[in-house]
T-cell receptor, first 118, second 118 residues
Framework: AQKVTQAQTEISVVEKEDVTLDCVYE???????LFWYKQPPSGELVFLIR??????QNEISGRYSWNFQKSTSSFNFTITASQVVDSAVYFC???????????????FGKGTKLSVIP | GAGVSQSPSNKVTEKGKDVELRCDPI?????LYWYRQSLGQGLEFLIY????????KSGLPSDRFSAERTGGSVSTLTIQRTQQEDSAVYLC????????????????FGPGTRLTVL
């Protein structure tokens, strides 16, 4: 089973629409970290947010917001009033530093390709 | 300041040849990671270095892959006897020393090296 599941492979929206990208994760650890990264067409991964498992407070940053729910093991990402510049592949990732070798490696989902149409 | 840099940006090689990929992390970052991104497998962790600790090599797919980090800074990923399935984008990331209770986890990625094995 995948540890990080992004069920939406591709999403297309018209500019100014809101869009939510889903992320479901699986871990046995009680302490873990979740991330979202953006990969625009240029290719470089850009860090967006990190969320600690012991902090369920949702976060808003401009047009971006994140909804973390431990009860459903989900960490969803919403873009409000989407813009063409939001077009990219978005990756959700999980870090479990207490597992295995104690590495802080990221386990990524397969990504969701978002296309915002003008 | 400067971000993570990688060289070369593109590498085309023939099957069976050895290749070396270089990563210069952000100055002051003690943690360094290698990942690879391919169409079939998505983003996969390869190896993790933290300070003078033994690296976590758990993600290396075969013994043809090795990496070293000299002087706690620059890292080189070496692939021996390359195979066509090694074709991928190899990404390097760095972060400040990870701390379990607070920040320092954000991994900043370089632009990657696109490896094509003919």
């Amino acid at each position: 089973a995948q540890k990080v599941t992004q069920a939406q492979t591709e999403i297309s929206v018209v500019e100014k629409e809101d869009v939510t990208l889903d992320c479901v994760y699986e871990t046995r650890d009680t302490t873990y970290y979740l991330f979202w990264y953006k990969q625009p067409p240029s290719g470089e991964l850009v860090f967006l947010i990190r969320r600690n498992s012991f902090d369920e407070q949702n976060e808003i940053s401009g047009r971006y917001s994140w909804n973390f729910q431990k009860s459903t093991s989900s960490f969803n990402f919403t873009i409000t009033a989407s813009q063409v510049v939001d077009s990219a592949v978005y990756f959700c990732a999980l870090s479990e530093p207490y597992s295995g070798a104690g590495s802080y490696q990221l386990t990524f989902g397969k990504g969701t390709k978002l296309s915002v149409i003008p | 300041g400067a971000g993570v840099s990688q060289s070369p940006s593109n590498k085309v090689t023939e099957k069976g040849k050895d290749v070396e990929l270089r990563c210069d992390p952000i100055s002051g970052h003690t943690a360094l990671y290698w990942y690879r991104q391919s169409l079939g497998q998505g983003l996969e962790f390869l190896i993790y270095f933290q300070g003078n600790s033994a690296p976590d090599k758990s993600g290396l797919p075969s013994d043809r892959f090795s990496a070293e980090r000299t002087g706690g800074s620059v890292s080189t990923l070496t692939i021996q006897r390359t195979q066509q399935e090694d074709s991928a984008v190899y990404l390097c990331a760095s972060s400040s020393a990870p701390r379990l209770t607070s920040g320092g986890f954000e991994q900043f990625f370089g632009p990657g090296t696109r490896l094509t094995v003919l």
